[in-house]
């Protein structure tokens, strides 16, 4: 299974973060997964491909090509996709998975994540989708989508459609059994 990791592309939170990247991408490769990300070296995204990368899995980033700068790639991608703009990097990202991850990051990974809830919530895709998270970090946007169904703005069949974990095996675990592709 393909799965397109989302995730901050900045050093500096809490080193936790990045062990939690890091154990994420090690236990996908171990299953036999391949990560499509947006082919940083920095971040929670770095962590994660570092962890595929070393424990043997297929690391595919995407990027526009405005990132192709010395030591901002990650250089140990078994393959690496420039593209000419973020729309068309997300574009390919998602068509090329399988399911859908979000480590904790910023306003990039908020838009990556909530895309895919949305095209989910509307019937437009099937394909499962997980946050992983870290101190709560993802708390406050599963309060948002509960705040959405109770206010009216959202059915509450949001609330099936995504999980959230702190344990990467158990979010893999999910992942595995909501794939219908």
């Known amino acids: 299974m393909t799965i397109c990791v989302f995730g901050a592309s900045r050093d500096d939170p809490d080193p936790g973060f990045f062990r939690l990247g890091e154990a994420l991408g090690e236990a996908m490769a171990r299953r036999g997964h391949a990560m499509i990300f947006g082919g940083g070296a920095h971040g929670l995204m770095g962590a994660a491909a570092r962890g595929c990368a070393r424990g043997g899995g297929t690391v595919i980033g995407v990027a ?30 998602t068509g090329r998975s399988d399911a859908f991850l979000a480590l904790p990051g910023g306003l990039g990974t908020l838009d990556e994540i909530f895309e895919v809830l949305t095209l989910r ?36 069949s949001v609330r099936e459609i995504y999980g959230r974990f702190s344990d990467p095996e158990k979010c893999l675990d999910y992942l595995e059994r909501g794939t219908v592709r």
């Open 64 to 93: 526009p090509r405005f990132f192709d700068m010395p030591g901002v790639l990650f250089e140990q991608s078994d393959e690496m996709v420039l593209t000419g703009t973020m729309s068309e990097r997300k574009e390919i990202m």
């Open 121 to 156: 919530a509307l019937g437009r895709d099937s394909r499962p989708i997980a946050f992983l998270d870290y101190d709560d970090y993802w708390l406050g946007a599963e309060r948002m989508i509960e705040t959405a169904v109770e206010r009216g703005f959202a059915g509450t």
